[in-house]
């Protein structure tokens, strides 16, 4: 079983940017498909971006593209979310999540999906001010 922690959160001025990290404990991440998700309060848990275990598939959303990016170090165990121009509207908790991909699912897309993971982090915040 893997351990997540999410790190890097804080607060930031509109245009700013942020790196996140994702460690893993517990297991070796270049097992697991990883992907970063944020939840803003009243609001769902929305997907921004996955990768896939050697990092040669990535997925974003619609709303991050072009602004943030997801990368991966197997070595550090460390899975990134580097974010920039921040805005107000991506004030949010963030988290990261990572799937073993027992069934070898070969498309990144299908892990747009919060319940394609088995493993979550507790979240750090992000507060982006105007």
């Known amino acids: 079983q893997v351990t997540l922690v999410e790190s890097g959160g804080g607060l930031v001025q509109a245009g700013g940017s942020l790196t996140l990290s994702c460690a893993a404990s517990?297991?070796?991440?270049?097992?697991?498909?990883v992907g970063w998700f944020r939840q803003a309060p009243g609001k769902e848990r929305e997907v921004l971006a996955a990768?896939?275990?050697?990092?040669?598939?990535?997925y974003y959303a619609e709303s991050v593209k072009g602004r943030f990016a997801i990368s991966r170090d197997n070595v550090k165990n460390t899975v990134y979310l580097r974010m920039n121009n921040l805005r107000p509207d991506d004030t949010a908790v963030f988290f990261c999540?990572?799937?073993?991909?027992?069934?070898?699912?070969?498309?990144?897309?299908?892990?747009?999906?919060?319940?394609?993971?088995?493993?979550w982090g507790q979240g750090t915040q992000v507060t982006v001010s105007s």
């Open positions: 517990g297991r070796t991440l270049s097992s697991y498909v």
């Open positions: 999540a990572a799937d073993p991909n027992l069934r070898g699912v070969t498309s990144i897309n299908y892990y747009r999906s919060a319940d394609k993971y088995d493993y």
């Open positions: 990768i896939s275990r050697r990092g040669g598939r990535i």
